[in-house]
């Protein structure tokens, strides 16, 4: 499967109606041969996949979220991060008839240029800037082909004009008898004399040009009429060279086979609604939503062990306490003993006798092999145990409620992890908190830290949404300001949500849709209906020594909403 320049064409035209001064929020390291980018456009939030993987390279839209598959970052995403992340796609152009594109972007480090080149065998990811190569995926050196170096540091150099090929426009029949002729064996099929003779044509062009010229799309060279040849490669190639684009996928058995930027008839066709669809049905999604379930099972492992562990420690601590009148009965035990000692006999093991006249008498048991002094110092001992206990377990009863809820919230994290930094951010807080059994994990190298998401509301209030413990954190406690609205799901594990206030008359449409976000960031997003408390950050407060982002409020009010994600806000 390749890429044909016009297919190259169709995305360009794609990528500039769509793309083009779209800012780039992330770059993700999908896999060892490709990187995506996640580009905020008109409104919306486009992954572009850019593949160097020499048996299918590609570029094109992906049909949904791109997943990072990759625990530590290429040098090529590195660079990636430092000169495109954050920057704005300013032109898609395509040389003339070439398989390769490249994408300017004005970054936060100057203007700088994405090469793909999506040639089998030959493809590769670049970034330039000002011509000269920052890194690439496939690294290209001197004993490997002496005319075109791709290596860091080096002036990029494009693949070489193309010459001796035919011009579509301007070709004739008897330059394609003359390609008919070049056949060296009576079986040698037309399809494949074509590609290389003439610009522009894929193995999927050519077969379409001599079935409409055949009607047979394997017809051999000496079977083929150059006329009809000609007619037929004239009626190909004349909505493509007016970029008149008709995208859709080639069918066989039932199966998406190939694709192609004008529709084919010696297969089944179907149409696909862009160039980057098409592509997708062919290629399949890149990675699904289950992309990071093997990664996260260990962690979700340490999170039940350590639940289990803080739920019976709590049940324990709960067991243990008791209630006002048990600790009187130990107390009153032990000086009742005292005061009927001498009338005890030796191995004597029960005593009954009454406290107080308005109660019934307290059936005391003894242990005959000690002395009256000794049983009552016992229960002495055990009432100043209990009391002490009284005094310190229900603040460690409170503690381990606590560490329990932020369990709970790093539950949700781990659920709602869509990359390597978001799901090892559960690990570093596993670990710091002593949760975490076995070998330590490091930190990933070179991911850094997942950061909260950031909305503009449709009327211009910028909207933070923190998507785990440190992000919520971080919005509540770092970025918000005090007259900021903060909303949260109530009693469950989830997203802060802060509306800024911009010195604007916050409405009640916007507090109900943000607190439709903060509903779907939640353990809750499942629910169909759930409450969600909104305040001002002013009465927001961290709990001492409680996990991040883990708060107390007060002075809140509640709306009962539907959960919905951030799309409702554009």
Known sequence: MSFDSFVISALVDEFTRVLLGGRVQDVIDVDDMGLGLEIYSSRERHYLYMSADARDPRVHLADGKLRRGLMKPTQLGLMFR?????????HVVQPDWERLLSIDIDG???DVTIVVEAMPRRANVLL?????ILDCLNRVGPDDNRYRLSLPNHQYVPPPPLREQLDPRAASAADLERVLDSAEKDATQTRRLLPGRILGLSPIIAREVVFRAAGNANAKARETDSAR?????QRVMSPLLARDWQPGVGREHG???????????FLPWDAAESMSAAITRVYGSIRGADAYDEAKRQVQDALANATARLTGKLESLESGLK???????LRQSGELILAYQYALDAGQDRLQATYDPAAPPLDIILNPKLSPLENAQNYFRKYAKAKSAARAVPDLITETQVELDFLAQLKTDLASAANWPEIDEVIQHLQARGHWQGKTSKRIGGAGSSGPLRVVSRDGFVIWIGRNSRQNDKVTFKTANRQDIWLHARGAPG????????????SDDLIAQAAAVAAH????????????DYTRVKYVRAIKGAGPGMVTYRNEQTLTVKPQDESILH
């Not at 997203?495 to 916050?506: E, L, S, Y």
């Open 128 to 132: 330039l800037k000002d011509g000269i």
């Open 495 to 506: 997203a802060h949500v802060i509306i800024r206030n911009d010195g604007r008359r916050i």
């Open 521 to 532: 960031y939640s353990r809750r997003q499942s629910d169909r209906q759930v409450a969600v």
């Open 255 to 265: 199966v998406a086979t190939c694709f192609s930027a004008t529709p084919l008839t």
């Open 323 to 329: 209630d006002d009148s048990e600790l009187e009965r």
């Open 108 to 110: 936060p480090q100057g």
């Open 82 to 90: 430092r000169y495109v992340e954050h920057g704005v796609v300013a």
């Open 229 to 233: 040849l000609l007619e037929a490669l």
